[in-house]
């Protein structure tokens, strides 16, 4: 079993940053590939950026591309997602999800964990 706990979320204004982090436990983070998804009000859950569990091959959404950063330390269990240049469009509640390597990480069912997801709302 993993644990996901996801934090960093808040308010902020257009063209603002945040960071959210993801803390996992359980089992042996570095052996997992992690997900980042949003689900925004009366939408649908979608990907938003991909990191393998070597650090070394990560994919985003077109609609983030160039302003979001993921990445990993796993001596600390930790996946990150730096969103930079933030607008009301990003609105949505972030989930990080773990899922085992090879996997479809474009698709949300492919992951086996979930965290409760952290709320990120930008104001214009």
């Known amino acids: 079993q993993v644990q996901l706990v996801e934090s960093g979320g808040g308010l902020v204004q257009a063209g603002g940053s945040l960071r959210l982090s993801c803390a996992a436990s359980?089992?042996?983070?570095?052996?997992?590939?992690m997900g980042w998804f949003r689900q925004a009000v009366e939408k649908e859950r979608e990907f938003v950026a991909f990191?393998?569990?070597?650090?070394?091959?990560?994919d985003y959404a077109d609609s983030v591309k160039g302003r979001f950063t993921i990445s990993r330390e796993n001596a600390k269990n930790t996946v990150y997602l730096q969103m930079n240049s933030l607008n009301p469009e990003d609105t949505a509640v972030y989930y990080c999800?773990?899922?085992?390597?090879?996997?479809?990480?474009?698709?949300?069912?492919?992951?086996?964990?979930w965290g409760q997801g952290t709320q990120v709302a930008v104001s214009s």
């Open positions: 990191i393998g569990w070597g650090g070394g091959s990560t």
């Open positions: 359980g089992r042996t983070f570095s052996r997992y590939i």
């Open positions: 999800a773990a899922g085992r390597p090879n996997i479809d990480y474009r698709k949300g069912a492919s992951y086996d964990y």
